[in-house]
């Protein structure tokens, strides 16, 4: 059974970093596309990073773009999020996302991340808190 566990949430001031990591199991994780979406309260859940499959190209919201990594390690079976400049706005529940079919080196940056369905599998989360 796939499983993705996420981890490296917290509270932070404005201004600050985290690193988010999810460890993947249950899948051949170098063949899956991956990626961050996020969930504040009374909010659409929001696309904000995915990484193809092999690393070598990777999507970004213009709501994080320039302020957050995504990286993934194959050997690892891990994804990461290294977030900077974190603004009050960053704050919610961020989820790791996965699909074989998802974040091809072919697609553009609005087909990779506007429709969270195309995600399959889902982490449970985790709470990324911005003090001002």
């Known amino acids: 059974r796939i499983q993705m566990v996420e981890s490296g949430g917290g509270l932070v001031q404005a201004g600050g970093s985290l690193k988010l990591s999810c460890t993947a199991s249950?899948?051949?994780?170098?063949?899956?596309?991956m990626g961050w979406f996020r969930q504040a309260p009374g909010q659409e859940r929001e696309g904000i990073s995915c990484?193809?499959?092999?690393?070598?190209?990777?999507h970004y919201a213009d709501s994080v773009k320039g302020r957050f990594t995504i990286s993934r390690d194959n050997a690892k079976n891990t994804l990461y999020l290294e977030m900077n400049s974190l603004k009050p706005e960053d704050t919610a529940m961020y989820y790791c996302?996965?699909?074989?079919?998802?974040?091809?080196?072919?697609?553009?940056?609005?087909?990779?991340?506007?429709?969270?369905?195309?995600?399959?599998?889902w982490g449970q989360g985790t709470q990324v808190t911005v003090s001002s």
């Open positions: 996302v996965a699909d074989f079919a998802a974040c091809s080196p072919t697609m553009t940056t609005a087909q990779a991340l506007d429709n969270h369905t195309d995600y399959t599998y």
């Open positions: 990484i193809t499959f092999s690393g070598d190209r990777t």
């Open positions: 249950g899948l051949r994780f170098g063949d899956y596309g």
